[in-house]
């Protein structure tokens, strides 16, 4: 069994491995906006289990994912993340859990869950792109206070 490669950080950079085969480069940097702000933190999460958290979001923040953009949407994108320029800003995030009533047996059963749902401040796109260029995990900001929950529904 192939072991995913792992983020490198190295002096505020985040270097985030990509896929060869859905990238023309290996990796790319990124690092935080809110570094000096004690609430804020770095998470490393599940592309995939995070990508279906954002799925939980209004329609109206939704971004499609980075196969259905255009070609210079695409570009755009490809080329703010490549290795030769300024590293790009980590998205940064927020997780709640909204309550919803899942029905059963022909409505007669009814049970309370928590649903996740990962909204943005920032970083939305970029978040979709590395997801597309085959990225396994992403390292995003998020508030001290939402890092456990981030964690149990995202982590890697």
Same mark, same amino acid.
């Given at each position: ?14 270097? &985030? +491995? ?9 990796? #790319? !940097?990124?690092?935080? =906006?809110? @570094? ?26 939704? &971004? +499609? ?9 695409? #570009? !755009?994108?490809?080329? =703010?993340? @490549? ?74």
């Amino acid at each position: 069994m192939m072991t995913a490669p792992t983020i490198r950080h190295q002096a505020g950079i985040w270097s &985030v +491995p990509l896929d060869d085969a859905r990238s023309p480069y290996p990796f #790319a !940097r990124m690092h935080r =906006r809110y @570094a000096t702000l004690p609430y804020y933190t770095v998470a490393v999460v599940d592309t995939a289990k995070f990508m279906a958290c954002f799925a939980n979001e209004d329609p109206n923040f939704w &971004v +499609p994912p980075a196969a259905e953009w255009g070609a210079m949407q695409l #570009a !755009r994108h490809r080329d =703010r993340l @490549a290795p030769g320029t300024a590293s790009a800003e980590m998205p940064i995030v927020h997780i709640e859990e909204r309550p919803i009533i899942r029905r059963r047996l022909f409505g007669l059963l009814k049970r309370l869950e928590m649903l996740p749902v990962v909204s943005f401040t920032n970083g939305r796109h970029r978040a979709r792109y590395l997801e597309f260029a085959g990225a396994t995990a992403i390292p995003v900001e998020i508030e001290l206070g939402q890092l456990e929950t981030l964690l149990r529904y995202c982590h890697p």
